[in-house]
């Protein structure tokens, strides 16, 4: 048995962690004595400890962390590993983006001198956006559910036998955004008028190009807000993207181009 200072330094773990690891139940010490009430820990505990340290740093919580130490199924705890595999997948590439965002950002401030001026190179033009025939699927979702429901559009191409025409967009209703629910309606264009699931009318639109990722799109929502109230119009139905080049074209986020639509009327 080791006591719990040679725990520690076996296991490179504070022996107040130790105490806290004892008192939620997530790993008890095979000993205390009755009387001093020293602990003691024993051989086979070392490999949960060294479990729960490398579980830590997949990024379970100690509550999660428990649980899996309580499971016997070997095919719950591999799925649940592989789970956290995307998701650790997921957030480097959130990081990446973002620091390609703030690479952007400073070579726009080195330039300027303005810490802002990244929100003024959108172009807005007036356009008269023609009739669009899509096939859609709109439901409350959260933005990180558009591959599936995507997925779910397409998985209809070959069955209803039609042809998709290249658009590829989110119509967005909600007054307010809330990125893990809101009601969005995603777009795919479709040649077959006649099969379509709805006829997007022709609409006068305030339309910007953003370049880059998704995450800093409501720099171009910013922009073309201001140009509305500015030049005398305000808006008139629900916004929505097209996805022009994504990261399905094998480029860069820096390369991504997205056109930001908001359909317009005279004030």
Same mark, same amino acid.
């Given at each position: 048995?080791?006591?719990?200072?040679?725990?520690?330094?076996?296991?490179?773990?504070?022996?107040?962690?130790?105490?806290?690891?004892?008192?939620?139940?997530?790993?008890?010490?095979?000993?205390?004595?009755?009387?001093?009430?020293?602990?003691?820990?024993?051989?086979?505990?070392?490999?949960?400890?060294?479990?729960?340290?490398?579980?830590?740093?997949?990024?379970?919580?100690?509550? *999660?962390?428990?649980?899996?130490?309580?499971?016997?199924?070997?095919?719950?705890?591999?799925?649940?590993?592989?789970?956290?595999?995307?998701?650790?997948?997921?957030?480097?590439?959130?990081?990446?983006?973002?620091?390609?965002?703030?690479?952007?950002?400073?070579?726009?401030?080195?330039?300027?001198?303005?810490?802002?001026?990244?929100?003024?190179?959108? *172009?807005?033009?007036?356009?008269?956006?023609?009739?669009?025939?899509?096939?859609?699927?709109?439901?409350?979702?959260?933005?990180?559910?558009?591959?599936?429901?995507?997925?779910?559009?397409?998985?209809?191409?070959?069955? *209803?036998?039609?042809?998709?025409?290249?658009?590829?967009?989110?119509?967005?209703?909600?007054?307010?955004?809330?990125?893990?629910?809101?009601?969005?309606?995603?777009?795919?264009?479709?040649?077959?008028?006649?099969?379509?699931?709805?006829?997007?009318?022709?609409?006068?639109?305030?339309?910007?190009?953003?370049?880059?990722?998704?995450?800093?799109?409501?720099?171009?929502?910013?922009?073309?807000?201001?140009?509305?109230?500015?030049?005398?119009?305000?808006?008139?139905?629900?916004?929505?993207?097209?996805?022009?080049?994504?990261?399905?074209?094998?480029?860069?986020?820096?390369?991504? *181009?997205?056109?930001?639509?908001?359909?317009?009327?005279?004030?």
């Amino acid at each position: 048995m080791f006591t719990i200072g040679q725990f520690s330094k076996i296991c490179q773990v504070s022996v107040k962690t130790l105490h806290h690891y004892d008192r939620i139940n997530l790993l008890k010490p095979i000993k205390v004595d009755a009387f001093t009430g020293y602990r003691y820990y024993g051989q086979q505990q070392l490999n949960t400890m060294l479990l729960i340290q490398r579980l830590k740093r997949y990024g379970f919580s100690l509550e *999660e962390i428990r649980k899996l130490l309580d499971c016997n199924d070997k095919r719950a705890l591999f799925s649940t590993l592989q789970k956290q595999k995307e998701q650790l997948k997921q957030q480097v590439q959130k990081t990446n983006q973002i620091i390609q965002e703030i690479s952007s950002h400073l070579q726009n401030f080195e330039r300027t001198g303005d810490i802002m001026s990244y929100q003024k190179g959108y *172009e807005v033009e007036l356009r008269q956006v023609p009739a669009r025939a899509v096939l859609t699927c709109r439901q409350k979702m959260s933005v990180d559910e558009f591959g599936k429901y995507y997925s779910s559009i397409y998985e209809r191409v070959p069955k *209803e036998k039609v042809t998709p025409n290249g658009i590829t967009g989110a119509v967005y209703y909600d007054e307010e955004f809330n990125r893990d629910c809101s009601d969005i309606e995603l777009i795919v264009g479709i040649r077959e008028q006649d099969k379509a699931d709805k006829i997007m009318d022709s609409a006068l639109c305030a339309v910007t190009l953003h370049k880059g990722g998704y995450s800093s799109l409501s720099d171009a929502y910013g922009a073309l807000v201001s140009w509305i109230q500015q030049n005398g119009y305000e808006e008139n139905g629900a916004p929505y993207d097209i996805y022009v080049k994504t990261g399905f074209d094998n480029l860069p986020m820096e390369d991504w *181009e997205t056109e930001v639509y908001f359909p317009v009327k005279k004030a």
